[in-house]
């Protein structure tokens, strides 16, 4: 079974994904199946991890790898 940290770190790759394809809250919450607060949560946590503070910066990173 995965860590709780490995499956915290899986989730917030896919919600930095989306966010950065251009998918809001909403429809990151739905195509995870996650709660709406829960995305929040995890994009505020990514955009710490990655010295950022909008989805546009984020995407921008994330092409940068």
Not at 17 to 24: I, V, Y
């Amino acid at each position: 079974a995965r860590s709780r940290m490995q499956h915290t770190a899986a989730i917030e790759s896919e919600v930095a994904a989306l966010a950065a394809d251009g998918l809001s809250n909403d429809e990151i919450a739905v195509k995870l199946s996650i709660g709406g607060e829960t995305v929040k949560t995890h994009l505020k946590s990514v955009f710490r991890k990655f010295g950022v503070d909008n989805r546009t910066l984020l995407a921008a990173r994330l092409r940068k790898r």
